[in-house]
């Protein structure tokens, strides 16, 4: 390769010199054959003008000198080889011979100049072709810059549209969904202000339900709505349903008698409509901040964006209507949503019993277990009766349940018995021993046993149903039994721990209104009797006692400060009388 560069390049600087050469073996040729009285002084001159216009003025100058040269040596030797040779006098050689070097020096001068001025002109046009090249260079750089910018901004828009979807995808809620919506979109997009419309069944109105500011937030409490078809950017949107954009400092007299944050149309902004298919749910309008520019290309993924709420109002709206139907029809829905809005355990048991309640029950028993072998009767339903006195298993009756109840209570999942009297054979040999005793010794035909767990697998107690005839568990009350076993125990769970933190807070309670009463008073006597009183009164003390530990010196001792006897003030409280010791000091352990 660097072999046919160089050959390339040593052809390139020997092209100039092909017409000077052909010129001179013409000259020379013609000198020999036809001697001084020949063409051969014209073929010479021309060979130094090409020579000067094809090469440069250097090489027309060598020219002109070999041609002297030349034209000397055939004066010299004074004949040619085809013609005579021609006498000529020294004063003719020299005339002819200044008159060549005349004639060839103008050439080669005027060479020099014109190829002096085609350089200056072909400097000046490189300059302009580098300066346009330049300019050319640099909008193309700023152009790509720009174009750089923009698509930058589009991905940022794309990657804050994508994050905003994937966080309201699993949202269901309507007012939830739009209010995180438009706080994530100011918050990802950085927009001035976010407002969300949702538009009624007519699409006449849209009413403003949500803002990302606490201005927008009062409009939402003002109930804030547009006319379809109205001036601003929200009624053009719902009319023509597409986007709408303003740029910085176009009038826009936004919503009709509404808080539009920017009445005069000063800021950017862009209103999308929020479409499912052919039907208009809302509308989303965006300001952006008076120090960035107005939305261009990212109105493509602000559009996808308004998509991608709009399918997520779609599902939050058609969810919110599934939602009442399965409220309306399905026992299991109902039954979950009771145990988890129940918040005692009263009403816990009250849910487990209304729940089986309708499948032809002739006994329901509710069983707890408190631990360390203990087991106990919550809940005794007969019939229309229910009986709520806690009591012991060992009390049921007839005596074959408790063995039922035992058995049942280690099994993890619910147990179906649709036959006493067809017992499957593969059944623990204990549990149909139990049920066979059972069916000798009561009149119910069917049961069905269902432990209540924890979380962590624990049997907290368990459901025992009971049925006078053969009975036929049907999908739904199969359904239902697994449910109880699975939320009951976090049901029984929550509503005790919310018993301790309201008796905690009822107990914090008391015990601020006990220091607020006795910062009333400035009499230490009193603030020891009405401390001792409150304090009996809270904490249901059968006997009350406010002690001082003195110091050695029988100075009172510091507040906090252990000894090893104390003294026992006047003040004490026994039962429920308050009366003052007349013994003086009681010494006792510590």
């Known amino acids: 390769m660097a072999l046919m560069d160089h050959s390339s390049s040593n052809s390139r600087r020997a092209r100039p010199w092909i017409i000077p050469v052909a010129l001179l073996v013409l000259g020379l040729a013609d000198l020999v054959l036809r001697g001084w009285g020949g063409d051969a002084r014209l073929f010479l001159l021309t060979l130094v003008m090409a020579a000067t216009l094809v090469v440069d003025w250097r090489a027309g100058a060598i020219a002109l000198a070999v041609s002297v040269v030349c034209l000397v040596v055939s004066a010299l030797a004074g004949r040619g080889v085809l013609l005579p040779s021609v006498a000529l006098s020294l004063p003719q050689v020299l005339i002819g011979l200044g008159v060549f070097l005349g004639t060839g020096g103008v050439a080669v001068a005027v060479g020099h100049a014109l190829s002096a001025e085609a350089a200056e002109q072909m400097d000046r046009a490189r300059q302009s072709t580098r300066s346009l090249a330049k300019s050319v260079l640099d909008a193309r750089i700023a152009g790509l810059q720009e174009t750089n910018d923009s698509l930058l901004q589009r991905v940022l828009f794309l990657e804050a549209s994508l994050s905003v979807a994937q966080q309201l995808a699993t949202v269901f809620d309507v007012n939830t969904l739009l209010n995180r919506a438009a706080e994530l979109i100011a918050e990802q997009f950085g927009f001035a202000e976010v407002m969300i419309y949702t538009v009624d069944a007519g699409e006449e109105w849209a009413t403003l339900q949500s803002a990302s500011t606490v201005f927008g937030k009062e409009a939402v409490l003002q109930g804030l709505r547009v006319r379809r078809g109205s001036r601003g950017l929200v009624g053009t949107a719902m009319a023509h349903r597409r986007a709408q954009v303003r740029g910085l400092g176009d009038r826009d007299a936004g919503a009709e008698g509404t808080s539009d944050p920017d009445p005069d149309g000063r800021l950017p902004a862009a209103t999308l409509p929020l479409m499912v298919q052919d039907q208009l749910l809302g509308v989303l309008d965006l300001t952006v901040p008076a120090d960035q520019p107005a939305i261009g290309d990212e109105l493509g993924a602000l559009e996808g964006l308004a998509d991608h709420l709009a399918l997520a109002l779609n599902n939050a709206r058609r ?106 054979e593969t059944l623990n040999p204990e549990l149909r021993s139990a049920l066979v005793n059972l069916a000798e010794g009561c009149l119910d035909q069917a ?64 015990l601020m209104s006990v220091g607020d009463r006795l910062r009333s008073s400035l009499d230490p006597d009193v603030i020891m009797r009405r401390a001792l009183q409150e304090l009996a009164t809270v904490l249901e003390a059968d006997v009350a006692t406010i002690e001082i530990a003195p110091e050695a010196d029988g100075r009172q001792a510091p507040v906090g400060q252990t000894t090893a006897s104390a003294y026992r003030t006047p003040f004490e409280l026994g039962g429920s009388a308050l009366g003052r010791s007349d013994t003086g000091p009681e010494r006792r352990d510590a």
Not at 335 to 359: C, G, M, W
Not at 458 to 466: D, F, H, Y
Not at 497 to 510: I, M, T, V
Request: charged share 20%.
């Open 319 to 424: 969810l919110g209507n599934e939602t009442a139907v399965l409220e309306a029809t399905s026992p299991v829905y109902r039954a979950a949503n009771a145990l988890a809005t129940a918040r005692t355990e009263q009403e816990v048991y009250d849910v487990l019993l209304s729940t089986l309640s309708p499948y032809g029950s002739s006994r329901t028993l509710i069983v707890r277990a408190h631990g360390e072998g203990q087991l106990t009767l919550v809940r005794d339903a007969d019939g229309s009766g229910v009986d709520t006195d806690e009591r012991d298993l060992a009390l049921l009756t007839p005596p074959g349940l408790i063995d039922i109840v035992i058995l049942g209570l280690a099994l993890d999942v619910p147990l179906w018995i649709p036959d006493l009297m067809g017992l499957d």
């Open 447 to 510: 049961l069905a046993f269902v432990p209540v767990h924890m979380e962590g697998g624990a049997t907290v107690g368990g459901l025992l149903v009971l049925y006078r005839t053969a009975h036929r568990f049907v999908p739904v009350e199969r359904r239902l039994h697994q449910l109880l076993s699975e939320l009951g125990g976090a049901a029984l769970d929550r509503s005790r721990l919310l018993a301790e933190a309201s008796a905690r807070l009822d107990r914090e309670k008391a």
